[in-house]
């Protein structure tokens, strides 16, 4: 296994990134009067994802990185709620997007006890 030496180099944040990717392309099919609500606040909640891990990463204590990744794990919720919205406003189909949220806040999750197992 490489050794990780930039956050680009951790699948959570890899991963996350192409959601990102993802949230953006689909929200420009959203009705323009949700510009300033759910397009807004989707697009806001994937970045969250992506820009913690990124600011965990650069982080020295792991107190500290737990923080920033116990965020963005809770901003992949964020995302996938407000997916499921926007399918069940007939928005966009989203289960793909759903589903790589649910992906990214497993392996976040697994960053978590990784890091919780070197602190013990």
């Known amino acids: ?6 956050y680009e180099d951790l699948i959570a944040w890899q991963k996350a990134h192409a959601l990102v990717l993802s949230v953006y392309q689909l929200t420009k099919t959203f009705p323009k009067d949700e510009l300033f609500g759910l397009t807004s606040q989707l697009r806001r ?4 994802i992506t820009s913690n891990i990124v600011e965990g990463f650069s982080r020295h204590s792991n107190i500290e990185k737990i ?3 116990n965020i963005s794990e809770s901003s992949c ?4 709620y407000q997916l499921r919205l926007a399918h069940e406003l007939s928005y966009s189909q989203t289960l793909q997007e759903r589903e ?3 992906e990214i806040s497993k392996i976040i999750a697994g960053l978590i006890k990784s890091i919780r197992t070197k602190c013990d």
Not at 1 to 6: H, R, S, V
Not at 45 to 48: D, E, F
Not at 77 to 80: L, R, T
Request: aromatic share 10%; net charge positive.
């Open 67 to 69: 923080r920033f990744y």
């Open 100 to 102: 790589q949220a649910q």
């Open 45 to 48: 909640a994937a970045v969250s």
């Open 1 to 6: 296994m490489a050794k990780i030496q930039t």
């Open 77 to 80: 919720q964020e995302v996938h």
